[in-house]
C-alpha cells in the first residue's frame, strides 16, 4: 500500500493534481454557502489551500510555482479576452467621469497602504499583499509576488500570500458595507433612482428605428452618401417610400431622395432630433406599416460564424450591389451598434438585414449563421496571446526615479495582449471570438489553480502568522477598503450628482468584486449597476495590476 502513501504524501505529479483537484473541489461548494446573505464564492478555495497547508500537506515548490504561474495566467488572459472589445469604449461620454472616479478609488487605497507602512513599518512587500486582499484583486497579488521574485533572484516572500488571504475575507464584507453607507448617508430612496435612470434613458445610445418625411429643400436631389457626409452624423436609411407609389425601395448611398419621400431610419437616441430636423419631420408610420407594403421585403437577423468575413468592413461586403441588401444595424456583445459603412464585422455579431428573402438566404450562406461554428474553440489565437503576454511580460524597461527596471510580469503581460488582441485581432483576420460559456470556464480553471496553490503554499504559516501580529493586517486591510470607497463615493453622489445604482457598480468595478456587484445589482432589480461596473473593470484591473507592482519596485 506503499502507493498509497506515496500519493498523498509524495512531491510528484500525480500528487500534484491529486491535492489541487481535492482542494479545488471541496472550495467550490463551500464558497456557495452565504453568511449574512454574503458569500465568498470561488475565492474559497483559497481558505480549503490553507487548511490542507496547515495539515501538513505541499507540493514540490517547482511544480507549485509552475500551476500558480499557469493558472494565473489562464485568468488573466481570460479577462482580456472578456472585457477587451469594451475597454476603450468605456471611456467616452459619461465612462471619462467614471473611470476617473474609479482611479480616484485606486490611487487612494495606494496612498492609504503607502501611509499605513510608513506608521506601522510593516514591510512593503506585506502591505502589497494586504493592499491586494483590502481590494480583492488577486491578479494584482500575483503581479506583486512575480516583482518580488524577479527582483530577488527567484526567492518569493510568504508575507504577500499571507496579507492577501488575511485581508480578503473582511473585504468582501467591507465593500458591500460602504454600498450600503452610501445609501444611509445620502438617504437614498430606491423608486426614486430607479425612476431618475428611466427619466435620463434618452442619454444613451440605444439604436431606433424612426419614419421621416422628407421636407427639407436642402436635401431634396441629394443622395444618401452626399447627405450623411454633410451631416457627420450615425444614421443608416433603411428604406425608402416614393411619393405616390406603393412599393418600397432599399436604400443604398447612391439613393437620391426627393420632396415627400418618406425614409425608415435607424441612428442611436441621442441623434434622433439632429437627424429628423435635417431630413425633414418624424411621422407616425411603425415598421411594420412598412413591411406590408412590400411583402417581399423582409428583416432578419443574421450570425457571422464564417472566419473569412472576420475583419472585414460592411463597405468591403459591398451587400447593396452584390444581394440588392441593407444592413441597417450589429448587435455586438448586446450592444447595437450603427451600421456605418467603415464597420468592421467581427465573428459573433449579429447583423439586421433588410431585403427580399431569396437575397438574404444568399446572405445567410455568404456571412454563415451556424450557431454550430461558434461552439467550435479558436485555441490557435489563445495560446499565440499567451506566448506574445509573456514575452511583454518578461521585457525590462526603466521608470523615472524607480533604480530597478520594471517588468510587467506573468499577469501584467498577457492581459495587455488578450485586451489587445481581442481589439484589433479582427482586423488582421484574426478570430479571437470565444463564447462567454467557454471563457468562463477557461478563466475560473485558472483561478481555482492559482487560489489553491497559493493557499496551500501559504498554508503552513497562516496560523502562526495571525496569532503572532497578523491579526492587526485585517484591521488594516479594512481600513484599505472602506475609507477610498466612502470618500471617492460621497464625491461622485454630492459634486457629480451619480445615480446611486450606477454609483454601486462603480464601487464596485473598481473593486473588481463580483460579490459586491451581484448585491448591487439584487438591490437594484435591473442592470444599472452591471453596466457602470462593465464601464470601470477594464481600467482598474489594469491599475490595480500595475500599482501591486509598483509597491514592490518602490520598497
Not at 439586421?352 to 454550430?372: C, R, Y
Amino acid at each position: 500500500m506503499n502507493w498509497i502513501s506515496e500519493l498523498f504524501s509524495g512531491d510528484g505529479a500525480a500528487h500534484t493534481m491529486l491535492l489541487l483537484a481535492l482542494v479545488i473541489a471541496a472550495g467550490i461548494p463551500l464558497g456557495k454557502i452565504k453568511i449574512f446573505g454574503i458569500s465568498l464564492g470561488i475565492t474559497f478555495v483559497l481558505f480549503v489551500g490553507i487548511l490542507a497547508g496547515h495539515s501538513g500537506l505541499s507540493i514540490n515548490s517547482e511544480l507549485l510555482e509552475f500551476m500558480k504561474e499557469f493558472g494565473l495566467i489562464l485568468f488573466v488572459y481570460s479577462i482580456g479576452l472578456q472585457v477587451g472589445p469594451g475597454f476603450f469604449a468605456s471611456f467616452k461620454k459619461g465612462g471619462i467621469t467614471l473611470n476617473m472616479l474609479a482611479m480616484g478609488i485606486i490611487f487612494l487605497g495606494v496612498v492609504v497602504t503607502l501611509v499605513i507602512h510608513f506608521i506601522t513599518d510593516i514591510p512593503m512587500q506585506t502591505m502589497a499583499g494586504i493592499m491586494s486582499g483590502a481590494v480583492t484583486n488577486t491578479p494584482g497579488m500575483g503581479a506583486a509576488q512575480q516583482t518580488f521574485l524577479d527582483m530577488n533572484g527567484g526567492v518569493g516572500d510568504p508575507s504577500i500570500e499571507l496579507g492577501y488571504a488575511v485581508a480578503y475575507p473582511l473585504a468582501v464584507v467591507g465593500i458591500i458595507m460602504a454600498i450600503a453607507l452610501m445609501r444611509v448617508f445620502f438617504r437614498i430612496n430606491l423608486d426614486k433612482e430607479t425612476k431618475a435612470l428611466n427619466d435620463t434613458a434618452n442619454q444613451m445610445d440605444n439604436v431606433e428605428l424612426i419614419s421621416i418625411e422628407v421636407r427639407n429643400p436642402a436635401v431634396y436631389g441629394k443622395n444618401i452618401g452626399y447627405i450623411h457626409h454633410l451631416m457627420h452624423s450615425q444614421f443608416v436609411v433603411s428604406r425608402v417610400l416614393r411619393i405616390n407609389a406603393n412599393n418600397v425601395e432599399i436604400a443604398s448611398s447612391g439613393t437620391i431622395l426627393n420632396e415627400g419621400d418618406k425614409v425608415l431610419v435607424a441612428t442611436p437616441h441621442r441623434e434622433k432630433d439632429t437627424v429628423s430636423t435635417y431630413l425633414g419631420t418624424i411621422i407616425q408610420m411603425e415598421k411594420k406599416e412598412w413591411e406590408v407594403l412590400d411583402e417581399q421585403l423582409i428583416s432578419r437577423r443574421i450570425l457571422i460564424t464564417h472566419s473569412h468575413i472576420n475583419g472585414k468592413s460592411i463597405r468591403q461586403l459591398n451587400l447593396r450591389n452584390t444581394y440588392g441588401v441593407n444592413i441597417t444595424r450589429i448587435n455586438r456583445s448586446g450592444v447595437d451598434l450603427i451600421a456605418e459603412p467603415s464597420l468592421p464585422l467581427h465573428i459573433g455579431d449579429r447583423v439586421t438585414v433588410v431585403g427580399n428573402e431569396a437575397a438574404i438566404k444568399s446572405v445567410e450562406k455568404l456571412l454563415g449563421n451556424q450557431m454550430k461554428r461558434l461552439n467550435e474553440p479558436n485555441l490557435m489565437p489563445i495560446f499565440i496571446g499567451i506566448a506574445l503576454g509573456v514575452f511583454l511580460g518578461s521585457i525590462p524597461f526603466s521608470l523615472p526615479g524607480i533604480p530597478q527596471p520594471v517588468k510587467l510580469g506573468l499577469a501584467g503581460g498577457p492581459l495587455i495582449i488578450a485586451i489587445l488582441i481581442s481589439i484589433f485581432g479582427p482586423k488582421y483576420h484574426l478570430v479571437t471570438y470565444t463564447t462567454i460559456s467557454a471563457n468562463l470556464m477557461l478563466r475560473e480553471t485558472g483561478i481555482c489553480i492559482f487560489l489553491a496553490c497559493v493557499g496551500i503554499g501559504a498554508g503552513g504559516n497562516f496560523i502562526n502568522t495571525v496569532f503572532n501580529g497578523g491579526y492587526i493586517w485585517i484591521g488594516l486591510g479594512f481600513i484599505i477598503t472602506v475609507v477610498p470607497l466612502l470618500i471617492i463615493g460621497i464625491i461622485g453622489r454630492a459634486f457629480f450628482k451619480i445615480n446611486y445604482f450606477t454609483l454601486t457598480g462603480l464601487m464596485s468595478g473598481a473593486m473588481t468584486d463580483p460579490p459586491a456587484l451581484a448585491y448591487s445589482n439584487a438591490i437594484a432589480g435591473h442592470d444599472a449597476p452591471s453596466v457602470s461596473y462593465a464601464t470601470v473593470y477594464p481600467l482598474s484591473m489594469f491599475l490595480r495590476v500595475l500599482c501591486a507592482q509598483l509597491l514592490i519596485l518602490a520598497a
